[in-house]
């Protein structure tokens, strides 16, 4: 198991990282966040685990930049989810949507990687091959439940 990376804020605002015996910044800690880091921020004087309120810093940030993530309406819908969800739930419900989306954002990347590697003209080959393949199994389904043959010939329905 990672080790957790304890980083200190104190009364001046500056952010000590444990590990590393030096001040750091805000993009610092992102970048730790980044690399799969797992992070505790603390604050120096009372020892209380603020690490949720640094982590939100980071987003307030970024969201402040030129391409926000989060639109006016879905923050209004995360206000009004305070006031009717239950946190737990929610909460466990974001977390496993975004592990479902990271785990897609990897497997599309790989797949891309993939298809970098291989000669292009092979790569388009093979997913026109596939693409064929799933619409001749679309279209005999749908032939299949208008009771049509292959051969274009009137099929009798089943007797159950």
Known sequence: MAKTRMIKKYPNRR??????SKYVTL?????LVLDGVDIKVVD???EDDITRQILMQIITEQESGESPLFST????????IYRDAVPDVFGSFMEQNLDLY???QALYQKQMQNMLVED???????L???NLEFWKHMQDDFF???GVSKDGTKQKPDKD
Do not use: C, G, N
């Open 44 to 46: 120096a004087d009372s």
């Open 73 to 80: 309406r879905l923050l209004s819908q995360f206000i009004r």
């Open 128 to 130: 026109t091959e596939q």
């Open 144 to 146: 299949k439940m208008a």
């Open 102 to 104: 990271a785990k897609q």
């Open 27 to 31: 993009s610092h800690v992102r970048a």
């Open 15 to 20: 952010l000590y990282d444990t590990e590393l």
């Open 120 to 126: 292009p003209a092979k790569a388009f080959s093979r």
